[in-house]
């Protein structure tokens, strides 16, 4: 073997005990990040699936008493073990003459390491005058 093979092969070793050390600690942040994070998405996914059951259940929106909203949507989030408190607690029912709004604005807070808080906040709103955009936010108007 001459010396130019013996130099490349000694430089293809592959990664040290630092950069692998590097690599698992790098990989473990994300994988803990998304163990924190992925349960707040999915349980907003339930939230903004009980808010469209309230349109496609018997009665009209319109119609319904607030006591009746917050009924059904407690009874949808007991079903789906949705245990945040921001939910629950911050329903809010808006109407006008032909329309009601129903607004589930919340924040979740998780902690992610010691004094390392997320803070995750979702808005979701149901406006009867159109059902077809349950769940997003109604869009403002731009300001110039």
Not at 88 to 113: C, G, Q, W
Request: hydrophobic residues 40%; aromatic residues 10%; proline residues 5%.
């Amino acid at each position: 073997m001459n010396v130019r093979n013996r130099k490349s092969i000694k430089h293809q070793r592959g990664l040290g005990m630092l950069q692998w050390a590097l690599v698992i600690a790098i990989a473990g942040f994300f994988l803990l990040f998304a163990f924190k994070v992925i349960p707040l998405y999915a349980e907003n996914r339930y939230v903004e699936s009980a808010l469209r059951s309230l349109e496609t259940g018997g009665e009209k929106l319109e119609q319904m008493t607030d006591a009746e909203i917050k009924s059904k949507l407690n009874k949808f989030y007991t079903i789906n073990n949705v245990r945040s408190i921001g939910p629950v607690e911050n329903i809010k029912i808006e109407r006008e003459s032909e329309k009601a709004v129903v607004t589930v604005d919340y924040e979740t807070r998780v902690p992610l390491f010691w004094n390392i808080d997320l803070v995750v906040s979702f808005q979701n709103h149901l406006d009867s005058s159109r059902p077809g955009q349950c769940c997003k936010p109604p869009a403002t108007p731009k300001t110039k």
